[in-house]
């Protein structure tokens, strides 16, 4: 064994092993003419998504230097030894941008998929087909600006109108969500891994958009929001359908997850749609359900985007000016975990454990707003 460091890397040279380390990252292995990636280290498991592939081997070693960029040279040396020594664990380090965001899909119907200068652009879509294709493309194309969940809400209801513009049938209506489905589901971006997605299903017309005049190929229909319902039942007949179905194997699909707001006005009658919701979720466990009943908060107040996060609309009303704060397009920089069972085992007692947990929170708090400075003002 023998030890040389180029530049920055340390090289370990075992005959007839070579093995390259960047920091305390494993990066990978030369071996007998081949090379491949440990599969033991934690960092492979961190993300259930990332496939082992020659995707997952450039985002590991690229995310390798981002990961040390951050704790060297953004965060200062206090927060970097906290998740160092696992008192934190700041998520993402690997990414140099937000973690997840929210998107209109009403913008993206009406002004259609461009606007980035020397690339291909495409006019608002006439069509649901053309739609659905247009919204996988946008996801995929956002989930590569973002670490986390890219969210569309009101799915359910802005896809309506597009179903009664052509008279669809059924049948149509479940091909074309379910080329919306299978195509999330395609591991497209970065790491070989499928975009996170999540969408909101309204499940009946909310009050905020009843009024408002459909959107069909970027133009106002003489007709509303709220006269779509029976196209809505459609849609939501086809995706819960397909969800339930699964791929050509049986597998369910882990994309786009739904989120149904649960509300007073709820039917909880033993109507089709109620019936495969249910089956649905009594098989896969798939949707999330927002409870809004006995609340003070309407869904339009809030927008669901991942596993982790919900935001609350009201409050990003309060501030003004800024990307985080404007309106339909929201999100979030960052999580950071608090290790509470490491917290409660070094805790001498009850006083020293709430001591420890506000310098914790502190320091998470502290991580979170350099996070917010850099990432705005990268975006700026």
Sequence with gaps: QSSHRIGDRRVF??????????????????????????????????????????????????????????????????????HRDCDIHIHDLSMLTGYCAGWSLMQLIQEGLGGIKGKISSSPAKHLSVLCNQMVNFLGIMQNEWAGAQAFSSFDTYLAPFVRADNLSYREVKQCIESFIFGVNTPSRWGTQAPFTNITLDWTVPDDLAEMPAIVAGKPQDYRYKDCKKEMDMINRAFIETMIEGDADGRGFQYPIPTYSITKDFDWSETENNRLLFEMTSKYGTPYFSNYVNSDMKPSDVRSMCCRLRLDLRELRKKSGGFFGSGESTGSIGVVTLNMPR??????????????????????????????????????
């Design 13 to 82: 040279l075992y005959s007839p092993v070579l093995v390259m380390h960047i920091g305390i990252h494993h990066i990978l292995v030369v071996q007998d003419g081949g090379v491949h990636v440990p599969n033991e280290d934690w960092r492979v498991k961190e993300n259930s998504t990332i496939t082992y592939s020659v995707g997952g081997l450039i985002l590991s070693n690229s995310g390798a230097v981002t990961a040390n960029y951050w704790l060297s040279e953004i965060y200062d040396q206090e927060i970097a030894n906290a």
């Design 343 to 380: 917290l409660a085992y070094l805790s001498m007692n009850e006083e020293d454990f709430f001591t420890r947990l506000d310098r914790l929170m502190d320091l998470s708090a502290r991580s979170l707003k350099i996070k917010r400075n850099l990432v705005s003002k990268l975006l700026d």
